[in-house]
């Protein structure tokens, strides 16, 4: 006989088509019967917790999650313990403050680049490929990449500033293309310590740097999956921040995952195995923070292109799992592999978006010519 809990859980899948135990790929199986009280009471971090620990199985996650995040499951759902401690943490404290800045590197950047080389390919960009007129992710990041730089007009000599540079590859391929001078800036040691082989011999400056202490010139400036570690708390005094070093008649291009609501968004399971004290930024957001400093010029939304990149992640991660399980051990694999899932199914079902904005001071004379 069901308990109310399976009963509760079955009701909330149905209308995502999803069978407990059912045999289509993305069914969810249960092999530990407490996963149903774990869900009702812990929401998304009870279920994230109990796959990482073997209690349900899934042929297909990101089509579990495609599914699920397709059927308007937050109004069925409400809300989880979890989700309200991190609703009124998020509005008592600054999670995003100087002193946590560092915490995200230490915690994901800085977990081994054993991992993140041979996932990401060899342009190392840790970002939404750009798949317009690309069949592989080496070839969508360099066009992802190109992209950015023809969107910012970028000319020979010119100075380039990357908050939140990563391994240097905007750097590598702003410098090595276009022959501009690129100062970067990360909070992670790793990323540095790579990034600066990477870059060497190129006119390119990476820096273990928070943006808060910034205080130079740039005709450019760009960030690249950066905003969603600043939140919501900080965003007028990051923009006033690019806006203090960035030339009058210079661009800044924002590229940044986005949500369609807003609020608080950060996935409990998310922040707190993944990306701790991540926020997504809404339109709204990212709109009444630039209100009096910049005139937006340009918005291109490509976050469907984010499943195929990180389905492209996925397959890589996996192909290199062997040669570097010794070192992640745990429930590190399962962790990864429904990181990554949920988030290619989170894409596909457009409930998470991938924006790249550009701005300008005082507006581009005669008009911004838009760039696809």
Not at 218 to 239: L, P, Q, T
Request: proline share 3%; glycine share 8%; net charge positive.
């Amino acid at each position: 006989m069901k308990n109310n809990s399976e009963k509760w859980l079955q009701k909330i899948l149905e209308p995502a088509k999803i069978k407990i135990n059912g045999t289509n790929p993305w069914d969810i199986r249960i092999i530990n019967p407490k996963l149903y009280n774990r869900v009702k009471i812990n929401g998304s971090l009870g279920l994230g917790e109990a796959y990482m620990e073997g209690w349900w199985e899934c042929d297909k996650l990101d089509e579990f999650f495609y599914r699920i995040l397709s059927s308007d499951i937050y109004s069925r759902v409400g809300l989880s313990l979890p989700i309200l401690f991190g609703f009124i943490k998020a509005k008592l404290f600054n999670l995003q403050a100087v002193k946590r800045a560092f915490e995200v590197g230490e915690k994901h950047y800085d977990i081994g680049n054993d991992l993140f080389e041979p996932m990401l390919g060899k342009t190392m960009a840790y970002s939404c490929g750009y798949w317009r007129n690309s069949k592989t992710l080496d070839k969508a990041q360099e066009a992802k990449l190109d992209l950015i730089c023809k969107k910012l007009d970028l000319k020979k000599g010119q100075t380039v500033l990357d908050i939140g540079c990563g391994w240097g590859s905007f750097a590598y391929h702003a410098a090595k293309n276009y022959g501009v001078k690129v100062v970067g800036i990360t909070v992670s040691k790793e990323q540095v310590k790579l990034g600066q082989k990477i870059c060497k011999g190129l006119p390119v400056e990476l820096r273990l740097q928070n943006y808060e202490s910034l205080n130079e010139k740039f005709d450019h400036i760009v960030s690249v999956g950066m905003f969603e570690h600043v939140g919501e708390k900080n965003y007028k005094n990051f923009f006033k921040i690019v806006k203090k070093c960035l030339k009058e008649d210079g661009l800044f291009l924002l590229h940044t995952i986005g949500s369609l609501t807003t609020g608080n968004n950060a996935d409990p399971w998310m922040n707190k195995y993944i990306f701790p004290n991540g926020m997504l930024p809404s339109l709204k957001h990212i709109t009444s923070n630039t209100e009096g400093l910049f005139v937006i010029e340009d918005v291109h939304n490509f976050g469907a292109d984010y499943d195929k990149t990180l389905m492209q992640w996925h397959k890589n991660f996996n192909k290199s799992w062997p040669k570097i399980k010794d070192k992640y051990q745990g429930d590190f694999y399962r962790m990864w592999n429904y990181y990554l899932l949920s988030c290619a199914g989170a894409f596909r079902s457009r409930d998470a978006q991938l924006w790249q904005i550009v701005l300008s001071p005082h507006g581009v004379p005669r008009g911004y010519k838009s760039i696809r």
